[in-house]
């Protein structure tokens, strides 16, 4: 399976892997509840299991939530244990997130859904696409600068 047969598409999310910019973009859309993100981890976590070369090739992730039209409080805790489980099985600390938000509101819901998550330093809440893409350069450029 190469990088770009990674890939799923549902009702509420879709995602692919991009082998030419080595990042994976992930999609949400509707309202977005626990059982959907633990849908979505586990097929992440599949996916990481069947390509594990992919983990070290791979730039970062871009999860865009401006399609979301509800954020179930509930999904904060539900996000951190799904986060916390792929965390345990891969070592992720080299691998930035940028999350994309519509508005100020959304911005909030998912920066402290990140607060309650490891490894904060490698995750930013960002406005858009070239923002993310600024923000996983920056933390590379970062990352080759440290002793």
């Known amino acids: 399976?190469?990088?770009?047969?990674?890939?799923?598409?549902?009702?509420?999310?879709s995602a692919h892997y991009d082998a030419q910019r080595l990042l994976l973009f992930v999609r949400y859309q509707g309202a977005?509840?626990?059982?959907?993100?633990?849908?979505?981890?586990?097929w992440l976590i599949g996916a990481i299991k069947d390509n594990p070369?992919?983990?070290?090739?791979?730039?970062?992730?871009?999860?865009?939530?401006?399609?979301?039209?509800?954020?179930?409080?509930t999904n904060m805790s539900s996000t951190q244990r799904q986060s916390q489980q792929v965390n345990q099985q891969v070592d992720l600390q080299n691998h930035?997130?940028?999350?994309?938000?519509?508005?100020?509101?959304?911005?909030?819901?998912?920066?402290?859904?990140?607060?309650?998550?490891?490894?904060?330093?490698?995750?930013k809440v960002v406005r858009s696409e070239a923002e993310a893409l600024a923000f996983i350069d920056a933390f590379h450029e970062q990352q080759e600068h440290q002793p």
Do not use: C, W
């Open 1 to 13: 399976m190469s990088g770009s047969d990674i890939k799923v598409d549902t009702e509420h999310y």
């Open 53 to 73: 070369h992919l983990l070290t090739e791979a730039r970062g992730s871009i999860y865009d939530f401006r399609a979301v039209t509800e954020l179930a409080n």
């Open 96 to 123: 930035p997130v940028a999350l994309i938000a519509k508005d100020s509101v959304q911005q909030a819901l998912l920066t402290a859904t990140m607060r309650i998550s490891p490894q904060q330093d490698r995750k």
């Open 32 to 42: 977005l509840t626990p059982a959907i993100s633990i849908q979505f981890y586990q």
